[in-house]
């Protein structure tokens, strides 16, 4: 695939603005889903364990870009975290995820590994920094779990960019799932898919090589 509007790429490069870091950010969450063939009514019957407004982040993966070196990746941060509504992972969630129920029963609630969070980005605050995630979802699941945990969110809304709708309006294609896009302007794929560190990997991958284009003269 190829760059189709270079002037969207550019406006990509200035949201960024004087920012030295770039935050490349995927979360995993408690989910589930109706069991397959069922009828509408069943559907409607069905009640699911987890309801969408109940989702809360358990892995939190993060990979960290240094914009005046090339977009190199330069640092990483992972972190499962233990939910606070739906404790016990649904069949779906696990199978979706490979993520166990040890993995969760031991890990930190969401405000301490915001904390944890916090203490690994103070050393890029003075140079500044934006994050992006694939579609506006990640942002707006961790506005929720900072609004159930009682604390401030530490990814500022405001420095948010969503690499999603930028990456449609660059290449002008529909909007694509991220292992699609990814593999569909030339890299493969590394890690397991729907792991949070391995897809923050793979979007700052990408977000590497889009960044990096340069318009042919």
Wanted: hydrophobic share 40%; glycine share 6%; with cysteine.
């Amino acid at each position: 695939m190829q760059v189709k509007r270079w002037g969207q790429l550019d406006a990509l490069r200035q949201q960024l603005g004087e920012s030295r870091w770039l935050l490349c950010v995927d979360l995993e969450a408690t989910c589930d889903d109706y069991p397959a063939g069922l009828n509408e009514a069943a559907r409607n019957a069905h009640i699911l364990e987890v309801q969408r407004d109940e989702m809360e982040t358990i892995e939190i993966g993060i990979v960290l870009l240094d914009v005046q070196l090339e977009y190199r990746i330069v640092d990483h941060f992972g972190q499962f975290v233990r939910p606070l509504l739906r404790p016990t992972l649904t069949e779906f969630c696990t199978g979706l995820t490979g993520i166990s129920q040890s993995d969760i029963d031991t890990a930190k609630r969401f405000a301490e590994v915001q904390d944890q969070l916090g203490d690994w980005l103070r050393p890029r605050n003075t140079e500044g920094w934006r994050w992006c995630s694939w579609g506006d979802y990640d942002r707006n699941q961790l506005k929720e779990d900072a609004i159930r945990a009682g604390v401030d969110v530490l990814l500022d809304p405001a420095r948010h960019i969503n690499l999603k709708k930028c990456f449609w309006k660059i290449f002008a294609c529909h909007a694509l799932g991220l292992k699609r896009a990814v593999e569909s302007i030339g890299l493969s794929w590394e890690g397991e898919h729907h792991r949070a560190i391995a897809d923050a990997r793979n979007l700052a991958r990408l977000a590497q090589l889009l960044l990096s284009a340069r318009q042919p003269t």
